[in-house]
Nanobody
């Protein structure tokens, strides 16, 4: 599966963004999906993940209460709704697809190129 993330940009603190991740191929619904992020000079961090059918979700501490992960298997698309953004959320956000062993924060097999989110104070 190939993944293409979009929706990043510059936003003021307190604002919102919705990231999308378009997947190619007809097997999108067979993968657990996740968002990760990497800030400059820092390691990659887990943000959120969602099961193949979209019923189960799991969030990293920084995302709880502010971000919502969802997916539309009919459109082969993963989403991340980000509200109440903070400067600390500034990072490149990556979507990833994984098999059963990936849930919730394990090893994901396929990665998109990332989309940059910048939150100004």
């Amino acid at each position: 599966v190939q993944l293409q993330a979009s929706g990043g940009g510059l936003v003021q603190a307190g604002g919102s963004l919705r990231l999308s991740c378009a997947a190619s191929g007809r097997t999108f619904s067979s993968y657990n999906m996740a968002w990760f992020r990497q800030a400059p000079g820092k390691e990659r961090d887990f943000v959120a993940s969602i099961t193949r059918g979209g019923v189960g979700t799991y969030y990293g501490d920084s995302a709880k209460g502010r971000f919502t992960i969802s997916r539309d298997n009919t459109k082969n698309t993963l989403y991340l709704q980000m509200n109440s953004l903070l400067p600390m959320d500034t990072a490149r956000y990556y979507c990833a697809a994984g098999n059963s062993g990936s849930w919730p924060t394990g090893s994901y097999d396929y990665w998109g190129q990332g989309t940059l989110v910048t939150v100004s104070s």
